[in-house]
């Protein structure tokens, strides 16, 4: 039994719950919403106090692109990688860009009270997303993968919190969310707060 210490409310978390329900892994989660009071026996665990934390067996492991890549290869069925060593790379370079973009930009956004100058990049990145998609069912070798798997939180957050996004000005984009969010293990990893959000649809 895998136990995962999560906060619901946090995209980080949102990525593993996610692997954790496309694996129909038997799972314990432990939701801690509060990154500045964790409880002792968190910090214990993990003394850098990161979420989502996950105990496999007597490992411990923190960071949720290591996560993810260690619950797909100690359980590989079905698989969140390529099959080839070259789409492999693309997908960890994918990964890579996801997370040193597009995250940014959303925690900006989430920071800050004037929201126009970082909702300009955003649209950029969304624009350029939108052109990559263009001809791909999925980011990486049209085979559903980590990839989407760190980006669909981010852009579920967007589009249920940024109001001034009209995504109907990105089709392909568009599309590319339907074909994330109706995916069974989606609704599977929400959280009740994230549940509450897609109201907002």
Request: aromatic fraction near 10%; hydrophobic fraction near 35%.
């Amino acid at each position: 039994m895998i136990t995962l210490y999560s906060n619901p409310r946090c995209a980080n978390s949102h990525k593993t719950r996610l692997v954790l329900a496309e694996k129909e892994l038997p799972v314990t989660t432990i939701e801690l919403d509060d990154p500045d009071n964790l409880p002792p026996e968190f910090l214990k665990l993990n003394p850098y106090g990161k979420l989502p934390t996950i105990i496999d067996r007597d490992d411990v492991f923190f960071e949720p692109t290591i996560i993810n890549e260690y619950l797909d290869e100690r359980y590989p069925h079905p698989p969140l990688k390529p099959g080839t060593p070259a789409n492999r790379a693309k997908m960890r370079l994918a990964v890579q860009h996801i997370e040193n973009e597009i995250y940014p930009l959303y925690f900006n956004w989430e920071k800050v009270k004037k929201k126009s100058e970082p909702m300009k990049k955003i649209r950029v990145y969304l624009n350029t997303l939108n052109n990559h998609l263009e001809n791909c069912t999925w980011f990486v070798a049209d085979q559903y993968t980590l990839a989407d798997i760190t980006l669909a939180p981010a852009l579920y957050r967007l589009r249920t919190n940024a109001h001034s996004l009209d995504m109907k000005q990105w089709p392909h984009l568009n599309a590319y969310m339907d074909r994330l969010f109706e995916r069974p293990a989606f609704d599977q990893s929400l959280s009740d707060y994230e549940d509450m959000l897609r109201q907002r649809f």
